[in-house]
């Protein structure tokens, strides 16, 4: 199983970025995706989070600014990310529980991030 994220990239602050990260492999069901980021000298935190069940949550920091969706026929997961702030530079990481085919239970997954640079 990979998961492969893309749409980062530089914007200037007030800006929109749409990222997308899509999962692929031998899988049977996806549940739970999210987006993390890591700040430079930061640790990892989570962005926002949707379940297979399209209930979703949000860090304050992102809240009213950013939207978390999915295509659960494609196995991807989008983070819309508007009025883009300084304070949201950092690699951009998605995030997956997904059933194998053969394993039959959620195992968690990791693509590999995707850079995010906001001038001021």
């Known amino acids: 199983v990979q998961l492969q994220a893309s749409g980062g990239g530089l914007v200037q602050a007030g800006g929109s970025l749409r990222l997308s990260c899509e999962a692929s492999?031998?899988?049977?069901?996806?549940?739970?995706m999210s987006w993390y980021r890591q700040a430079p000298g930061k640790q990892r935190e989570l962005v926002a989070g949707?379940?297979?069940?399209?209930?979703?949550n949000y860090a304050d920091s992102v809240k009213g600014r950013f939207t978390i969706s999915r295509d659960n026929a494609k196995n991807t997961v989008f983070l819309q990310m508007n009025s883009l702030k300084p304070d949201d530079i950092g690699v951009y990481y998605c995030?997956?529980?997904?059933?194998?085919?053969?394993?039959?239970?959620?195992?968690?997954?990791w693509g590999k991030g995707t850079l995010v640079t906001v001038s001021s």
């Open positions: 995030n997956a529980d997904i059933v194998v085919h053969g394993i039959w239970r959620p195992m968690n997954y």
């Open positions: 492999g031998s899988i049977f069901s996806v549940n739970a």
């Open positions: 949707t379940t297979s069940g399209n209930s979703t």
